[in-house]
């Protein structure tokens, strides 16, 4: 099992950037699947992005805008995120899972974080 632990979630005004990291611990993770998820106030948790490897998707509400990137050195994920607009308000999360591929549905990943508040003010 895997501990990740988000951070670098706050208030941004919109058109602004933030840049969340996810650090995790307790194995090796180079070689899973690491996901980026979001859940706003009453809305079901959905795909923000993925990384597997060195390949990224993105889901369509937010490509072009963020960036996914890894520093396996460091054990370590990134979401860069520009251009912030009030609808990405919404706890993020990043998620680990071991079998390879970036999957879209939040229950295919194995481990996941506490979470980091994002509030973007219009």
């Known amino acids: 099992q895997v501990q990740l632990v988000e951070s670098g979630g706050g208030l941004v005004q919109a058109g602004g950037s933030l840049r969340l990291s996810c650090a995790a611990s307790?194995?090796?993770?180079?070689?899973?699947?690491m996901g980026w998820f979001r859940q706003a106030p009453g809305k079901e948790r959905e795909f923000v992005g993925g990384i597997w490897s060195s390949r990224t998707y993105y889901a369509d509400s937010v490509k072009d805008r963020f960036t996914i990137s890894r520093d396996n050195g460091k054990n370590t994920v990134y979401l860069q995120m520009n251009n912030l607009k009030s609808e990405d308000t919404a706890v993020y999360y990043c998620?680990?899972?071991?079998?390879?591929?970036?999957?879209?549905?939040?229950?295919?990943?194995?481990?996941w974080g506490q979470g980091t508040q994002v509030t973007v003010s219009s």
């Open positions: 307790g194995r090796t993770f180079s070689s899973d699947t």
């Open positions: 998620a680990a899972k071991r079998r390879p591929g970036i999957a879209t549905i939040w229950y295919q990943y194995n481990d």
